[in-house]
């Protein structure tokens, strides 16, 4: 007893360590990034980085040029919410319906149609093809909808779901089956509710996938009104870069831009509300936990959708 104590403590004591030092280790790069943020650009190309912004280093000027057009900012982040939002809800709904159907023992087709995704995942038709079927097919150009249906479906994310529905007991479909539930009822009212950790994970990486975004807008979006938060950003950088280009080529004296520290403060702009929304993942699930136990105590999982 007393050595497997011993070995508990020691464990703990490793996997302690390493939980920290991996914490810090994703921590302090974006802590720096935040101080690079609120730093003089001439304090950056002659000091470097710091852990701490003193009264003569510290400078706005990043988020000034950043921000120089802050309706763009905003309407940017507002096609960027809804996309994230619209997208994540749809892809989640997607991929689990598809993942409770393949899981199924009593869906006669299920390795044909398996075989048939994870064949898109070794073989495609290219970027031209897919190009001009997006475009002159589906007619993509300057959609909003552009930027939400190329990442609604994943074929990882739904071996995800498959994985996880084959976990759930296929006795609670029978017994569903048995008291009148319709195939849309027991997933709404059995595999749902028991797939939160898989709901949680992969609206975890959709959420990321279509915050981060900025190749489809590349190539879909040529109104600037439609543009997402990544793409936007990446535009004011790629202008200032130019401008600095131009003046080097041209001997031109031309205002002082802050480049490095305008890079820091696009990065906290563009990671910041994704940053925050873990809280709002958070209370979701606390919300939705609340439910489930009420749903439970009041004997209502599928009751409501039985047939008499």
């Known amino acids: 007893m007393k050595r497997k104590s011993t070995d508990r403590v020691i464990f703990a004591m490793v996997s302690y360590t390493l939980t920290a030092f991996f914490a810090l280790a994703c921590v302090i790069p974006f802590y720096l990034i935040i101080v690079g943020s609120f730093t003089s650009e001439h304090s950056i190309l002659t000091e470097g980085y710091s852990f701490l912004v003193t009264a003569e280093r510290f400078s706005l000027a990043g988020y000034h040029t950043a921000l120089k057009n802050p309706l763009e900012i905003l309407r940017a982040y507002g096609v960027t919410i809804f996309v994230t939002v619209a997208g994540t809800v749809l892809s989640i709904i997607l991929m689990t319906m598809t993942g409770y159907v393949l899981a199924r023992k009593d869906f006669p087709w299920k390795n044909g149609f398996s075989f048939f995704f994870f064949f898109t995942t070794l073989f495609n038709g290219g970027l031209v093809p897919w190009y001009l079927l997006c475009t002159q097919t589906f007619l993509f150009n300057n959609k909003l909808y552009a930027l939400i249906i190329p990442g609604l479906f994943s074929v990882w994310n739904m071996i995800i779901a498959k994985s996880f529905m084959k976990g759930i007991p296929y006795e609670m479909v029978e017994a569903a089956k048995m008291d009148g539930a319709g195939d849309f009822c027991i997933y709404l009212r059995i595999m749902l509710p028991m797939a939160k950790p898989l709901i949680a994970t992969l609206g975890l990486f959709t959420a990321l996938a279509y915050w981060n975004d900025w190749y489809n807008c590349m190539l879909f979006i040529n109104d600037n009104r439609l543009w997402n938060l990544q793409y936007t950003l990446q535009n004011i950088l790629n202008s200032s870069e130019a401008l600095k280009r131009i003046a080097a080529l041209t001997g031109q004296q031309v205002q ?39 749903l439970s105590r009041n004997k209502r999982i599928y009751g409501c959708c039985s047939v008499r």
Do not use: D, W
């Open 256 to 294: 002082q831009l802050p480049s490095e520290s305008m890079k820091m403060a696009m990065t906290v702009i563009a990671t910041g509300p994704i940053v925050l929304s873990f809280r709002a993942e958070v209370f979701c699930k606390r919300t939705y936990n609340r439910r489930g136990e009420r």
